[in-house]
Every structure is written in structure tokens, then in C-alpha cells.
């Protein structure tokens, strides 16, 4: 079993920066790709970035491309998002997530993806 949990979120203004951080544990955790996605109030769980297993590829949802960036540390078992020049449009609560073994693509499917943190929220003020 693979525990994800996240931190990093808060209430910011617009225009302010935030890093979300995940960190996995587990007895045995797998190599495979990483993502976030988010949910915002009243809306579907959306796409939001995806790193792959190396972090040799990402994939952005045209909504962040160019404010954010996603990576990751293996030898910490932590994958991160940098958001900057946040709107109030990016409120939402920002899940993580990891495909199980073998799941090598950056994917924007949530259903390539096996296990899920709890959340944490992001408010942009206006």
C-alpha cells in the first residue's frame, strides 16, 4: 500500500507563489509517474500537471503551462508543484497522485493513477 500525503496549501493573493509538496510512503513504493490534479468547488476533478517515473517528461494542463512546474525528488519520495502568478481561478483543493508500477507515462488520466493523497486546499484571494 502507498500513502500519499500533501502540504504546501493556503490562503495567498493573486499573484502570490505557492509549492505544494507529496510525500509517499510505503513498504514498497513504485517506480512509476506522478501527478496532481485539483477540484474546484462545484466542478469536476481536473488535470493539472504529471511528472514521469525519471522526470525526464512532464505534461501541463494549458491552464498552468507557464506558471507552473512540477518535479520531483526520488531519493525523497517527494514530487512538488511550484505555482506562481496564481489566480483566483486556481482555488481548488490539489490532490496527488501515483500510477502503480510500471505506469511510466505522464498521463492526464486520473484513472492511470492508483493511489491518491487527501488533498490540500489552495485559496487565491482577488
Known amino acids: 500500500q502507498v500513502m500519499l500525503v500533501e502540504s504546501g496549501g493556503g490562503l495567498v493573493q493573486a499573484g502570490d507563489s505557492l509549492r505544494l509538496s507529496c510525500t509517499a510512503s510505503?513498504?514498497?513504493?513504485?517506480?512509476?509517474?506522478m501527478g496532481w490534479f485539483r477540484r474546484a468547488p462545484g466542478k469536476e476533478r481536473e488535470f493539472v500537471a504529471a511528472i514521469t517515473w525519471r522526470g525526464d517528461n512532464t505534461n501541463y494542463a494549458d491552464s498552468v503551462k507557464g506558471r507552473c512546474t512540477i518535479s520531483r525528488d526520488n531519493a525523497k519520495n517527494t514530487m512538488y508543484l511550484q505555482m506562481n502568478a496564481l489566480k483566483p481561478e486556481d482555488t481548488a483543493v490539489y490532490y496527488c497522485?501515483?500510477?502503480?508500477?510500471?505506469?511510466?507515462?505522464?498521463?492526464?488520466?486520473?484513472?492511470?493513477?492508483?493511489?491518491w493523497g487527501q488533498g490540500t486546499q489552495v485559496t487565491v484571494s482577488s
Open positions: 510505503g513498504r514498497t513504493l513504485p517506480r512509476s509517474a
Open positions: 497522485a501515483q500510477g502503480g508500477e510500471g505506469r511510466w507515462y505522464a498521463s492526464r488520466a486520473s484513472d492511470e493513477y492508483d493511489y
